[in-house]
């Protein structure tokens, strides 16, 4: 088998046995053997770079030389022996990031959990959240996400984009998913945190306490850090709590997962702006040996127009928003203007509709065809009452005495550039207009506040005001100076924060040990490897992706409760059941293949298994045409094609979808199992002269050869 | 033209852009998804994000990328 012939895979093999026995009993040898576990899982999965083999020939040496374990010098020469025996092997692994066996890419992720940008292990949970295992998946989720709860209500879900589901009707409804097992978990007090490891005594100082701060401040402490957070604002949560409005992400569901966090020994410091109210060097004498910058890009674009400064009811959307996070009820006037057409100005135009203004309009340059807001978003807020004015360029804020009283606009054209092929807005002659307005709130981006960050002037920024990092390890151009988030992406989403901050605390730990940083960026670990789902392929084919129940219009409109009320029971544990699990079945198409060209059937309508050109794709056409033969079985690498008999009938499955079950015969004699009547047919079609020999009866061979024999084969002459 | 969420790009050449690191080399002539475009501005020099066909989701410079037929 070539799967086990990769020396690097049946090392790391060799080191999870050790890792999960009693072999190695002192911590330190232990921490060793987890630290070449790392770097070796680094070759495995191509992130290695030159520092990785000299760093694990001295971690064998440390190992060796170890000698408060008794069995330390007997693991390290079972390293040592596989690498001397097969080092151009791991040198090839590092430096083409191939493995010729294939065994190194066996455990290949899913797509949805390829897509995450946390990794998580999305097949897993979905499948546990099926089989109704709520704290179990929560479980899963967090080694990856400390946030699964924050996640379910406001991910952008890049996962369902990639899901293979959606390639024959809708994607699995994952995001929905997470929001009801991390409720259900709390609920019923099955959301805990993970044993954290003992105290290490290095101190590490996380500035920010967004989603990529708080992150890495929990893996960082589930690691044995001291971590302290400083925030700038009186409370954790970042743009989580200051940037969402409450009517899709409520505080007490951000509360609720920071106080985890918090529990773990995290300290917080709010209220304190780094550089200011607490300076590197202060807090670099304190003792602190790690920084990680998490400030995210708190800070608005200008629009640049005449009369924007004059008045204070003009107000940018994050300033808004933060207001209205943190208590502000009164609204900025009656008509207010909202400029810009991302989700940003949606957020801000329904949170002015919710706090009671009269009339409320996003003026936006382009057309709604290059609107660059979530469809679902601008939908919504058109159902409650959000008007929109396209083609509308803000030209100057009229006001009188100090009161904001009109948007001086032009309308515009799209026109496509000659050189670029790009449609940009270009102002009509003569077709200047007034929007009589109380209140105007530009929203055309965010930046990072380079302010907040000069006390790190040797920090290196790039060309878009974003710190300059190695995106596959986080490290800035200060050593000992990490950072993630919209600090380093410019105004991204939660879960990139997220996936940055659990990089930069893994980066953190690797400076700490003093073991080399990946030079690619992490491919996702599976978790746990859940037993599949059983759905008969009818019922696949026929569950369709459940609607999410919302509040209705009139409290929309006029409160800030939660909009989307969530999945009941039944949906989601439905829900589960359309998974693919694509972690077993890696679509190599090897089953359809078999079955058309090899065994001329064509039982197997997997459309999907196209990336770019999916077809149609129906689970229920297996049964017409299937003989049970089990060639597909038989060739799938992976196992996820299954036959098997099953007391009267034998069963065929891909990941737990029935494709088909057939009645079995039986031979009239011995009752041994001949296969079901269709494959029976297509045998004796196939070996047509030989069938005719048992005269029509269900006979096994033996029994047949019996039957047809001049004499009884099985008792020797003269012994009756 | 800007992207739009859920259309299928190919990373059809490196970028010239500063963003470009040596690790993303191997993506091109990767096929993926839009699955964060620039949601605030439409600004051709934002990075935006692609969910990549077996390579996980990354943020790339608009250059480098191109719509195809899905």
């Known amino acids: ?720 | 033209m800007p992207f739009r969420r859920g259309q299928h790009v190919e990373i059809y050449r490196k970028s010239e852009d500063e963003s470009w690191e040596e690790y993303m080399d191997q993506y091109i002539g990767c096929h993926g998804i839009i699955t964060d475009p620039d949601t605030a501005k439409n600004d051709p020099t934002a990075l935006i994000e692609v969910s990549l066909n077996e390579k996980g989701t990354h943020r790339f410079p608009q250059d480098c990328l191109r719509v195809i037929e899905s």
């Open chain 1, 1 to 720: 088998m070539p799967e086990t012939s990769c020396p690097v895979a049946a090392t790391i093999a060799q080191l999870d046995d050790i890792l999960q026995s009693s072999r190695l009993t002192k911590p330190k040898s232990r921490r060793i053997a987890e630290e070449l576990h790392e770097l070796l899982e680094d070759i495995a999965w191509g992130r290695a770079g030159e520092d990785h083999m000299p760093a694990i020939e001295a971690l064998i040496q440390e190992l060796s030389g170890d000698q408060s374990d008794p069995n330390s010098d007997q693991v390290a020469k079972a390293v040592q022996s596989a690498i001397k025996d097969h080092r151009e092997v791991f040198f090839s692994h590092i430096d083409t990031h191939n493995c010729e066996t294939g065994a190194c890419i066996k455990l290949a992720p899913a797509p949805c959990q390829m897509a995450c940008p946390a990794g998580i292990d999305i097949p897993t949970y979905v499948t546990l959240i099926g089989h109704g295992r709520d704290g179990e998946a929560i479980d899963i989720i967090r080694r990856d996400n400390p946030f699964p709860w924050v996640c379910g209500l406001v991910c952008t879900r890049p996962c369902e984009f990639m899901c293979v589901r959606g390639r024959i009707d809708a994607p699995v409804s994952i995001k929905f998913l997470k929001a009801f097992t991390a409720e259900r978990a709390f609920s019923t007090h099955q959301y805990r945190n993970p044993e954290k490891q003992p105290d290490n005594g290095h101190k590490v100082c996380v500035v920010g306490a967004g989603p990529a701060g708080l992150t890495a401040a929990y893996y960082l402490a589930l690691k044995g850090y001291r971590v302290r957070v400083i925030e700038a604002l009186p409370m954790a949560g970042g743009m989580m709590m200051v940037g969402i409005p409450r009517y899709r992400l409520p505080r007490e569901v951000i509360d609720r997962e920071v106080a985890l966090i918090e529990d773990l020994g995290v300290e917080f410091i709010f209220n304190t702006r780094f550089g200011k109210d607490v300076t590197f060097k202060q807090l670099k004498e304190e003792g602190f040996e790690a920084f990680f910058i998490a400030i995210g890009a708190h800070k608005s674009f200008k629009l640049g127009i005449p009369g924007e400064k004059d008045f204070p009811q003009v107000i940018d959307a994050i300033a808004f928003l933060r207001a209205v996070a943190l208590g502000e009820r009164h609204i900025p006037g009656k008509r207010v203007i909202i400029i810009g057409g991302g989700n940003v100005a949606i957020d801000a135009a329904r949170t002015c509709l919710k706090m009671g203004c009269d009339d409320v309009t996003i003026a936006y340059r382009r057309t709604r065809k290059e609107m660059p807001a979530d469809e679902e978003e601008v939908e919504q807020a058109e159902e409650e009452g959000v008007k929109f004015s396209f083609l509308t360029i803000p030209v100057e804020v009229v006001g009188e005495n100090g009161h904001v009283t009109a948007l001086k606009c032009n309308r515009a054209e799209m026109v496509t550039q000659t050189d670029t092929a790009r449609r940009v807005p270009v102002p009509v002659l003569g077709g200047e207009f007034f929007m009589e307005a109380d209140a105007i709130i530009p929203s055309i981006g965010q930046v990072v506040d380079h302010e907040a960050l000069k006390a790190l002037p040797d920090l290196k920024w790039t060309r878009r005001g974003t710190i300059n990092v190695e995106m596959a390890n986080m490290t800035t151009s200060m050593e000992g100076v990490f950072a993630a988030g919209d600090a380093v992406l410019g105004p991204a989403t939660v879960i990139e924060a997220i996936g940055g901050g659990k990089k930069a605390a893994d980066a953190i730990d690797r400076y700490l040990s003093g073991i080399p940083q990946p030079k690619m960026p992490p491919v996702p670990v599976r978790r746990a490897r859940t037993p599949w789902l059983e759905v008969p392929a009818s019922t696949k084919m026929i569950l369709k992706r459940p609607e999410m129940p919302l509040l209705g219009i009139d409290r929309r409109r006029t409160t800030f409760q939660q909009v989307e009320l969530g999945y009941s029971e039944n949906m989601a544990r439905e829900e589960a059941r359309r998974c693919l699990r694509c972690d077993i079945c890696r679509r190599c198409g090897e089953c359809v293949r078999v079955c058309r060209d090899e065994m001329k059937i064509d039982a197997l309508q997997l459309g999907y298994l196209d990336f770019d050109h999916p077809v149609k794709t129906d689970f229920r056409l297996t049964e017409e045409r299937c003989i049970t033969c089990g060639a597909c079985a038989k060739n799938c690498p992976n196992e996820a094609m299954q036959i098997e008999d099953r007391e009267n009938e034998r069963v065929l499955s891909l990941c737990g979808t029935i494709l088909n079950r057939q009645k079995l015969v039986f031979c009239e004699k011995c009752h041994a199992v001949l296969g079901p009547a269709k494959y029976l047919d297509y045998i004796r079609k196939m070996t047509g002269g030989i069938a005719q020999m048992s005269g029509g009866h269900a006979l096994c061979e033996k029994c047949a050869r019996q039957k047809i024999a001049a004499f009884d084969t099985l008792t020797p002459p003269g012994s009756g």
